[in-house]
C-alpha cells in the first residue's frame, strides 16, 4: 500500500503570492494533520481534519487554511506569503477518530521556500 | 503553557545505550509521542505512551510519568543508523504539541 503522498515536493515563491499544498493520506485513513518544520526545530501543528471537518487549529494566522475533500485528500494554502513562512510542510495521516491518541503516518513532506 | 523540553544533542558510542529525557507541563495532554527523524526525511512513529510505566519494544522503550511531567525513551545496543533528531510529542483532545528534538549522533 503507498504511504502518504504530498505534493509537489519543492516549491520556491515570493513574498505575497499564495501556495496550494497537497497530500493524499494513506488508503483507509480519515483524518489528516498538517504541521510546519523549521529547520532545526520539531514540527508544529497547523490544522487537524477528520471527515472533512476541522478538528484542531494550532497558533497560525489566518493566512493559513486547509480542506479536506470526500476522498479524505486535503489542501494546505497559505496566502500573502512572508519570508518566515519557508519551511518543510508536513502532512500527517492516520486510522483516528478522534485527533491525537492514533499513530500517525508522516508523508515526505513539501519543502517550501518564500524569496 | 504547554512547553516540551528535551536536551538538544547527545552522543553515545555504539552498542551503548542512551536515555534522551522529556519533560513537559502536565496541564492539557493526555498522551506522549516519541517520534525519530532522520536528517531531510519525515518523522516516523516509535512510541505512544498514554499510562504510566514503561513500554517496551525490541530495542526501544519508553516510560510516561503523567504526575511529573516527564517521559524518557531508551536506546539499548545503539547502532550507527539511530543517528538522527528524536522528537517527543504531547498530546490532547485536538492538539499535538512537538518538542525542539533531540539530535543523537552514535559513534563507533
Known amino acids: 500500500d503507498a504511504g502518504v503522498t504530498q505534493s509537489p515536493t519543492h516549491l520556491i515563491k515570493t513574498r505575497g503570492q499564495h501556495v496550494t499544498l497537497r497530500c493524499s493520506p494513506i488508503?483507509?485513513?480519515?483524518?489528516v494533520s498538517w504541521y510546519q518544520q523549521v529547520l532545526g526545530q520539531g514540527p508544529q501543528f497547523i490544522f487537524q481534519?477528520?471527515?472533512?471537518?476541522?478538528?484542531g487549529r494550532g497558533n497560525f494566522p489566518d493566512r493559513f487554511s486547509a480542506r479536506q475533500f470526500p476522498n479524505y485528500s486535503s489542501e494546505l494554502n497559505v496566502n500573502a506569503l512572508l519570508l518566515g513562512d519557508s519551511a518543510l510542510y508536513l502532512c500527517?495521516?492516520?486510522?483516528?477518530?478522534?485527533?491525537?491518541?492514533?499513530?500517525?503516518?508522516f508523508g515526505p513532506g513539501t519543502r517550501l521556500t518564500v524569496t | 503553557g504547554q512547553n516540551i523540553d528535551q536536551p538538544t544533542e547527545m552522543t553515545a558510542t555504539e552498542g551503548a545505550i542512551v536515555q534522551i529525557n522529556c519533560t513537559y507541563q502536565?496541564?492539557?495532554?493526555?498522551?506522549l509521542f516519541w517520534y525519530q527523524q532522520h536528517a531531510g526525511e519525515a518523522p516516523t512513529f516509535l512510541s505512544y505512551n498514554v499510562l504510566d510505566g514503561l513500554e517496551e519494544k525490541g530495542r526501544f522503550s519508553s516510560f510516561l510519568s503523567r504526575s511529573k511531567g516527564y517521559s524518557y525513551l531508551l536506546l539499548k545496543e545503539l547502532q550507527m543508523k539511530d543517528s538522527a533528531s528524536y522528537l517527543c510529542a504531547g498530546s490532547g483532545y485536538n492538539k499535538l504539541i512537538f518538542g525542539a528534538g533531540t539530535r543523537l549522533a552514535v559513534h563507533p
Open positions: 500527517a495521516s492516520s486510522a483516528a477518530e478522534g485527533p491525537f491518541s492514533y499513530e500517525q503516518y
Open positions: 502536565t496541564s492539557g495532554f493526555n498522551g
Open positions: 481534519y477528520y471527515e472533512k471537518e476541522e478538528r
Open positions: 488508503s483507509g485513513h480519515k483524518s
